[in-house]
């Protein structure tokens, strides 16, 4: 039996971990992929406080250090439903754990958002990729599309140029939304190729491969031909097994009450999967300490 059982370990999630902890109360943190979140995928974060500049992965295994230095037990599982039978939470992962705790944060995340395009499910890890840093070295010295125009695009664009041949920047909306700083990094390189204004109609392919990426421009149909395809369109949450407990969105995020508290007593969400207006480590950072804090008033 836990004090506080926590269901994802991005910043959101270990953030609480520690406060839970310096409050003298076991805890337990389920992940169910990566510790540290979408962050691990950036390569330079610049905007955490107290860092200059460092890479997602290395705050992201700082993260987890102090947690589990501070005593924080933890698990890679996916937890598939979380239900309350009297003042216990029972925890159950697809990997068939079956947890108890006496209060529960939810800090689930996002994941990434595709355009929902016949045969992009088949394409994704073979043509279609999300990561830069993971997939960009498979692409080195050949021409790739980036779908989407936000700071993540841009992030990830910033990489690529460095590794590809050509880079062709495909964004729905008529103008680009990533800072301006990382917009300029990006578009003074001679490799790069913007379009706006675009709407993604679908992928080319040939013998199972990605060879181009069909869209329409100001009535025109035109394709971008490419070795590969990067979606950084936007992310979505997953917090459909948790619905009965906490009240979801039209988008399916924690509609969250008094910053962290949901309908459940007991129950705290925490992090993106929340509905907020800015999505940022250090908004992450502060929902877990604000939902540490609720489940510790809770449990006293």
Not at 232 to 248: H, I, K, M, Q, T
């Amino acid at each position: 039996m836990y004090d506080i059982i926590i269901v994802g370990g991005g910043p959101a999630g270990l953030t609480a971990a520690i406060y839970g902890l310096r409050n003298g109360k076991s805890v337990f943190v389920i992940e169910r992929s990566v510790f540290g979140g979408q962050i691990v995928n950036s390569p330079k974060v610049e905007n955490i406080p107290g860092f200059d500049s460092i890479s997602g992965d290395d705050f992201a295994d700082r993260l987890l250090d102090q947690a589990m230095g501070q005593g924080a037990q933890v698990t890679l599982e996916y937890v598939i439903s979380v239900e309350k039978s009297g003042d216990t939470f029972i925890v159950l992962t697809e990997e068939g754990g079956n947890y108890e705790g006496k209060s529960v944060i939810i800090a689930t995340g996002t994941t990434h958002r595709t355009l929902g395009l016949e045969g992009e499910e088949e394409l994704i890890g073979n043509g279609i990729s999300f990561c830069a840093v993971c997939d960009g070295d498979f692409y080195r010295d050949k021409n790739v599309v980036m779908i989407g125009g936000g700071n993540s695009a841009f992030v990830e664009s910033s990489l690529l140029v460095d590794i590809v041949s050509h880079l062709t920047i495909l964004q729905d909306m008529p103008y680009f939304t990533a800072d301006r700083k990382l917009q300029d990094q990006v578009l003074a390189r001679d490799n790069v190729e913007t379009h706006v204004g675009t709407k993604i109609l679908g992928y080319e392919t040939e013998n199972g491969m990605i060879t181009g990426v069909r869209y329409e421009e100001e009535g025109a149909i035109k394709t971008a031909g490419c070795d590969g395809v990067f979606l950084a369109v936007g992310l979505v949450p997953d917090n459909g097994a948790f619905a009965s407990l906490a009240e979801l969105d039209e988008r399916g995020y924690f509609v969250p009450q008094n910053i962290c508290h949901t309908k459940t007593p007991g129950l705290f969400v925490a992090g993106d999967c929340c509905s907020k207006t800015l999505r940022q480590v250090a908004t992450a950072c502060s929902d877990g300490a604000y939902a540490a804090i609720g489940a510790c008033d809770y449990l006293r």
